[in-house]
């Protein structure tokens, strides 16, 4: 998926807006046709902390509005759901996707990590010691 918003922005900047309130947010869409129903999810979308999602969200809810009924009997199920998921704002990926952009970040420290809340390292050991792994249990 193509993540929208975030053109010129490093790694870091996005975590600070992440951190001031931002989020990471998809619209789900349905389209309908007759005897076919797709359940379909748009780009994501980085939501500023001042901005509203409707400012997004609004070509989907056209389209669940026109298409997504028509299809049965999926077309209506996934139409109502879709448009719930459109008045909480989107569906919330923030966590995800910032993992993934963490994960992919050149400039990221990797020194250390932390999984399951242990802190572990990856300082280089010394060549006459075994090496040494923290896995949580």
Excluded: C
Excluded at 48 to 53: Q, T, V
Excluded at 66 to 76: A, D, F, K
């Amino acid at each position: 998926m193509k993540i929208k918003n975030i053109d010129g922005l490093s790694v870091s900047e996005i975590q600070a807006i992440v951190n001031d309130g931002g989020r990471f947010v998809f619209f789900p869409y349905t389209v309908s046709v007759v005897l076919a129903t797709f359940k379909r999810a748009s780009s994501i979308y980085l939501i500023r902390p001042y901005e509203k999602s409707i400012k997004y969200s609004y070509k989907h809810v056209i389209t669940n509005a026109v298409v997504g009924w028509w299809g049965i009997p999926w077309g209506p199920i996934y139409t109502i759901g879709s448009i719930y998921d459109h008045m909480k704002g989107g569906k919330d990926v923030t966590d995800i996707v910032m993992s993934e952009l963490l994960q992919n970040d050149p400039e990221a420290n990797t020194s250390t990590y932390n999984i399951g809340g242990v802190v572990s390292s990856n300082a280089v050991q010394r060549d006459d010691q075994p090496p040494t792994y923290n896995i949580p249990r």
